[in-house]
């Protein structure tokens, strides 16, 4: 029960969050452009980055799906949410972490894939932050308004990196077993499940 009660993240979907993965969807589907269309290293190394970022972005869709869920928790979120705890376990995980997978290839997990989006959007705002910092004289009171709002951001977006590594093992799961229904459904021509938005 305490360790159900500690993974609050998803239950709670953070907007930063679900706005972190959505933004790193769109980053590596241009690099995924980019790479169909010749860049990088011909051969066997390109055609595997393009694999390697195929199989990321399945991931980070359907952690979307799952963040968006969490809004209205419905039947197929619940099942899913009880699978991770389930077979997710109390396995940690630390950000870069790789696995092999096949003859030769590795990729990251699931949680390094999702850490990554977070880790993105984290060094945005600390961005702003700084060149706020830069600043010369007192800041009028919208930019110090801003400045506390970004910190905020900050301080979240930490939070729910710390979070998401103490459950590594339950992101594994649900990654898993939602980009495989959504790929099926794909393969039948049903298109994505739809999961709702998160109210403005």
């Known amino acids: 029960m305490g360790s159900q009660a500690k993974w609050t993240g998803p239950e709670a979907p953070s907007r930063l969050a679900l706005e972190a993965v959505d933004n790193r969807i769109v980053a590596l589907t241009e690099y995924l452009t980019v790479y169909r269309a010749g860049a990088g290293s011909p051969g066997r190394a390109r055609h595997q980055r393009i694999r390697e970022l195929r199989h990321d972005i399945a991931r980070l869709r359907a952690w979307s799906h799952y963040l968006r ?95 998401l590594a103490a459950d590594a093992g339950r992101v594994a799961v649900i990654c898993w077993v939602l980009s495989r229904v959504v790929r099926v459904r794909g393969w039948l021509g049903l298109g994505e499940p739809r999961t709702g938005v998160l109210d403005p």
Not at 106 to 117: I, K, Q
């Open 69 to 163: 869920g969490a809004a209205r928790r419905p039947l197929w979120w619940r099942a899913l949410r009880r699978l991770g705890i389930w077979f997710g376990g109390e396995r940690h995980a630390r950000p870069g972490r790789r696995r092999p997978r096949g003859a030769g290839v590795r990729r990251l997990s699931a949680f390094s894939v999702v850490d990554r989006a977070l880790a993105a959007q984290l060094e945005d705002y600390q961005g702003r932050l700084l060149t706020l910092g830069l600043a010369r004289g007192p800041l009028a009171d919208d930019l110090l308004a801003t400045r506390q709002r970004l910190q905020g951001c900050v301080d979240r977006l930490q939070q729910e990196r710390r979070l």
